[in-house]
């Protein structure tokens, strides 16, 4: 199977910095775009950042300019870099990734796999 394990999460003020890291484990042949998205409390999960394969990055406007996505294609591992954080940051960060699977038959088809999701807290 496969595994997303995130981390470096943890309680910052506003205006400080955190880097999460999520690696990807388990039987993988190929990770297409990977991801990270929050879902603060009492709201709906939201887009963070994404990053193809070949290294083409996408943000929402809330974060352009203060948060970076980057990977690591030999190690499975997608990063995200958070500078100038504010208290509405605040949530639960998952991380995402397109992942085909190798299987004893052949490769599987894309599935979508989530990491358990890792605090972020930015309180002063």
């Known amino acids: 199977q496969v595994q997303l394990v995130e981390s470096g999460g943890g309680l910052v003020q506003p205006g400080g910095s955190l880097r999460l890291s999520c690696a990807a484990s388990?039987?993988?042949?190929?990770?297409?775009?990977m991801g990270w998205y929050r879902q603060a409390p009492g709201k709906q999960r939201e887009l963070v950042a994404t990053?193809?394969?070949?290294?083409?990055?996408n943000y929402p406007d809330s974060v352009k300019g203060r948060f970076t996505i980057s990977r690591d294609n030999a190690k499975n591992t997608v990063y995200l870099q958070m500078n100038s954080l504010k208290p509405e940051d605040t949530a639960v960060y998952y991380c995402?990734?397109?992942?085909?699977?190798?299987?004893?038959?052949?490769?599987?088809?894309?599935?979508?796999?989530w990491g358990q999701g890792t605090q972020v807290t930015v309180s002063s």
């Open positions: 995402n990734a397109l992942i085909r699977r190798t299987t004893g038959w052949g490769v599987s088809g894309e599935s979508a796999y």
């Open positions: 990053i193809t394969s070949g290294g083409t990055t």
């Open positions: 388990g039987n993988i042949f190929s990770i297409n775009t």
